[in-house]
């Protein structure tokens, strides 16, 4: 399945490209779903697909639903420990929606479209409209977070110790961790994995949303990196809400040509292995069908930017035996870069971004003996560490 992540700076128009993005794709002859948390104009949604074109379904994200839905189901399965400490069960009706759950609903929503109920209906094409920017990288990071504090806390080598609880919880008269814990664990992890999955998956790339200006142009240079950072291939980028050119007023026409400097700039930062597209302004903000029909033009998925799963990072000879770690970070900065090695990891820090990258069998027997960052590609050098390394003599 085709997927494409919508994003860009908040106001920028990110869910119109979106529905246009979705609709270009309806009308290519693609059966499409379209995901958003927003109130799509034009769409009517609900908390499960609906119909809203030939070929076309928008669903709607319910967060409120969602975060009910798993904290009664958490506070079932743990009716025994609450029942012990004399809890008060809460009910479906007075629970408020906490900050973060919508992520999480996002997620949730997200594996039902690819393993779920909804990968039933045989979508060929996904687009999801993302939060702004800085929120949607860490929405895409989160699957790959959580899985790894999961691993850190529940351990599932410790789940062989299970046989000993009953004994423990008699002789100590309290109740020992359940297994439902760790089935628990083991669910959400095999659901995050299945959305970190799709998001590493070469058929899925992320398309930016941005009005061409200077607030525009700059978020979109930090967000650069972290995309970088985090491995997510961007297919194109939308300059939202261009103005027409060469126009005899001289307001407007100073308007058009500083977005006409910015376009530029765009077309030699981002191309060739970004396309940039261009959307009118239709001199209203878009509200009907028809309005989007206008923006789908410039809005049908790119299938050349897909196609590379996995992290864009390689390994090469450095020479004397040492391996270079390849990390392609356009927009970073020398003095916003921070490494760290511990254990078989790797700390990365780019400007605000942060990444934990577990390292390659063969770089876990080495020690890091440098990096430099040069023409936007971090280089880390690992040295074999003798002790680690089988003698061949």
Request: net charge negative.
């Amino acid at each position: 399945m085709r997927t494409v992540l919508v994003t860009g700076p908040g106001g920028a128009g990110r869910t119109t490209v979106a529905a246009a993005t979705a609709l270009a794709s309806a009308r290519d002859g693609r059966r499409t779903l379209l995901v958003s948390a927003d109130a799509v104009p034009a769409f009517p949604a609900g908390a499960e697909p609906v119909e809203v074109a030939e070929r076309l379904d928008c669903a709607r994200v319910d967060s409120a639903a969602h975060f009910r839905g798993e904290l009664l189901e958490l506070q079932a399965r743990a009716s025994g420990v609450l029942d012990l400490l004399g809890a008060n069960r809460l009910d479906g009706e007075e629970l408020t929606e906490l900050p973060g759950s919508a992520q999480l609903a996002v997620l949730h929503t997200l594996r039902r479209a690819v393993e779920g109920d909804w990968a039933e209906r045989g979508y060929d094409v996904l687009v999801v409209d993302l939060p702004p920017l800085a929120d949607a990288l860490a929405l895409l990071a989160l699957p790959e977070q959580l899985r790894r504090y999961l691993r850190r806390l529940l351990p599932r080598e410790r789940q062989a110790a299970r046989a000993l609880r009953p004994v423990l919880a008699q002789l100590a008269g309290v109740p020992m961790p359940a297994q439902w814990l760790y089935e628990a664990a083991a669910r959400k992890d095999a659901e995050l994995a299945a959305v970190q999955a799709l998001i590493e998956d070469g058929a899925t790339t992320v398309r930016l949303a941005a009005e061409p200006g200077q607030a525009g142009q700059e978020a979109l240079r930090s967000a650069r990196t972290g995309l970088a950072l985090h491995g997510l291939r961007v297919d194109s980028l939308v300059a939202t809400r261009v103005l027409p050119r060469h126009s005899t007023d001289p307001w407007f026409a100073d308007l058009a040509a500083r977005q006409e400097k910015c376009l530029d700039h765009w077309h030699q930062e981002w191309a060739p292995a970004t396309s940039v597209r261009e959307t009118a302004h239709l001199g209203r903000e878009p509200r009907t069908a028809e309005d989007l029909a206008l923006l789908a033009e410039s809005c049908a998925p790119d299938d050349r930017a897909a196609g590379h799963a996995g992290d864009p990072w390689w390994t090469e000879d450095a020479g004397d035996g040492v391996i270079a770690w390849c990390l392609p970070l356009p927009g970073a900065v020398k003095e916003d870069l921070k490494l760290v090695r511990r254990g078989d990891e790797l700390l990365l820090t780019a400007g605000p971004f942060h990444r934990i990258v577990r390292l390659e069998s063969a770089l876990r027997r080495c020690t890091v003996s440098g990096a430099a960052l040069t023409d936007g590609i971090l280089r880390v050098r690992f040295t074999p560490d003798p002790a680690l390394w089988p003698r061949t003599s």
